[in-house]
């Protein structure tokens, strides 16, 4: 028996737990981001948050590849052990940053070896103190190239990063973003997966030029569940989600108070995924934080969203 055949996978999702299989179902899916912990004590969180999240049966779970490629090994060992652990079919993300097409490729086989059949295929953003990102030599320049490489090393399931509300650095704005997308689409994305934004009109204006330019695959909006007002401001300014102001008078009388921050982030939260819901998103993928409380909170209350059983 060679390594990684289903009977050594334990009770990990079968082969068929890919992303294009997944989302072919025709309803729309529930995804959770986690990303890997630096300390024992945030990895048991994660763990934690993971078993309480089964309660919802997400469709796949995500998790992330530290900016600089900085944990390469720690996103590599929580995905496997998802997969052998749990139900849950996971999807690494991977991106260009600082690897050459070598390393990658040792990667990858390393993937296909634990099984794993989704992968994110992302840029990534430069590393601390490069204004720029540079592709190392040997590596890519953007996740589009990525993409290409992965779809030609075997058989996996692929999907990429969209932005909304447009990348910081599209000059072009949205349209460049569309643009992108539809050439990760040619290379072999299935699914694109957007940067979070409170805005659902920017959403659907993006879904929309998407459809027009001939983007086909499922777009499938990212969710930020406010939990500390301010953070996420800082946050936004940086990756380019805009603060409508009606969000901001909801939020900045409030911001000081942690337990009424709270309450109206799921409030919101669970009015703006009824709206996507209802104009047709192929599904919702909660960037979590490692944590289950709020995800939790707002899906069981979405009206024709419910708890579905777990496979196990
Ligand atoms: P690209 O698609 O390459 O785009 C980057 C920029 O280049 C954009 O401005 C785009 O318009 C432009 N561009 C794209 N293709 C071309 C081309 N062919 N020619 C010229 N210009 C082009 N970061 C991490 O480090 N780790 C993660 O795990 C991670 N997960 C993420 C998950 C999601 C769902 C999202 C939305 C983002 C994630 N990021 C992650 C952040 C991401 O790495 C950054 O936003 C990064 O700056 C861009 O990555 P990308 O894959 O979108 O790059």
């Not at 079919?89 to 070896?113: F, I, M, N, S």
């Not at 942690?258 to 909660?286: K, M, T, W, Y």
Request: hydrophobic share 40%.
């Amino acid at each position: 028996m060679t390594p990684g055949t289903d009977a050594e996978r334990g009770p990990g999702p079968t082969p068929s737990a890919r992303l294009d299989a997944i989302l072919a179902q025709g309803r729309p899916t529930l995804s959770c981001e986690f990303f890997p912990p630096k300390s024992d004590r945030g990895e048991a969180n994660l763990w934690q948050a993971l078993a309480r999240l089964q309660a919802i049966a997400p469709d796949f779970v995500s998790v992330t590849y530290g900016a600089g490629g900085s944990t390469q090994a720690r996103t590599r060992r929580i995905v496997r052990r998802i997969r052998r652990e749990t139900s849950l079919p996971p999807v690494a993300h991977l991106t260009c940053v600082g690897a050459t097409r070598r390393e990658l490729t040792a990667l990858l086989d390393g993937y296909r070896a634990d099984g794993i059949d989704n992968i994110l295929a992302l840029r990534g953003d430069p590393p601390e103190g490069m204004a720029r990102f540079e592709a190392v030599a040997g590596g890519f320049a953007h996740a589009s190239d990525l993409v290409s490489f992965i779809t030609a090393r075997g058989d996996f399931s692929v999907a990429v990063a969209t932005y909304p509300e447009g990348h910081p650095e599209s000059p072009g704005g949205m349209m460049d973003d569309v643009r992108y997308l539809k050439l990760k689409q040619e290379c072999g994305a299935v699914a694109a997966i957007t940067q979070y934004f409170f805005d659902n009109e920017a959403f659907y204006r993006f879904r929309d030029a998407a459809a027009a330019a001939g983007v086909t695959i499922p777009i499938i909006p990212g969710i930020m569940p406010i939990a500390d007002y301010h953070r996420i401001v800082g946050f936004s300014a940086m990756c380019g989600a805009s603060i409508p102001t009606w969000l901001a008078a909801r939020m900045e009388p409030i911001a000081g108070d942690s337990e009424a921050v709270r309450a109206a982030g799921v409030e919101l939260a669970v009015a703006q995924c009824a709206d996507l819901l209802a104009h047709g998103a192929p599904g919702l993928h909660f960037y979590c934080l490692n944590r289950a409380e709020m995800t939790l909170e707002i899906v069981r209350a979405l009206p024709g969203v419910r708890p579905r059983p777990t496979a196990q």
